[in-house]
Nanobody
Framework: QVQLVESGGGLVQAGGSLRLSCAASGRTFSTDPMGWFRQAPGKEREFVAVMSWSGLWTYYEDSVKGRFTISRDNVKNTVYLQMNSLKPEDTAVYYC???????????????WGQGTQVTVSS
């Protein structure tokens, strides 16, 4: 059974930082893309970032470019999302995703985590 388990969410003030982690189990993702999505209250889930299996390619949603950084450790089967300069509009449930296909403008994963809440206060 494949599982993606996120951690690291919480409450932070605007301008602060959080680091999300996503540990995968049940299969290796060392040859698959992994990424992050988020869903704010009353909105559809949206793409945040994706990284190729090698780490050579990364793509970000425009509003997080320069503030968020995706990284991965294939030995640990884990993907991370470092979020800096957080804004209230970053408040959402953040979902880890793995496998599937991606391009420079979209990511269609196969596997999903259950999400972790990030709340940014003003």
């Amino acid at each position: 059974q494949v599982q993606l388990v996120e951690s690291g969410g919480g409450l932070v003030q605007a301008g602060g930082s959080l680091r999300l982690s996503c540990a995968a189990s049940g299969r290796t993702f060392s040859t698959d893309p992994m990424g992050w999505f988020r869903q704010a209250p009353g909105k559809e889930r949206e793409f945040v970032a994706v990284m190729s299996w090698s780490g050579l390619w990364t793509y970000y949603e425009d509003s997080v470019k320069g503030r968020f950084t995706i990284s991965r450790d294939n030995v640990k089967n884990t993907v991370y999302l470092q979020m800096n300069s957080l804004k209230p509009e970053d408040t959402a449930v953040y979902y880890c995703a793995g496998g599937g296909a991606y391009s420079s403008s979209r990511y269609n994963p196969v596997y999903w985590g259950q999400g972790t809440q990030v709340t940014v206060s003003s």
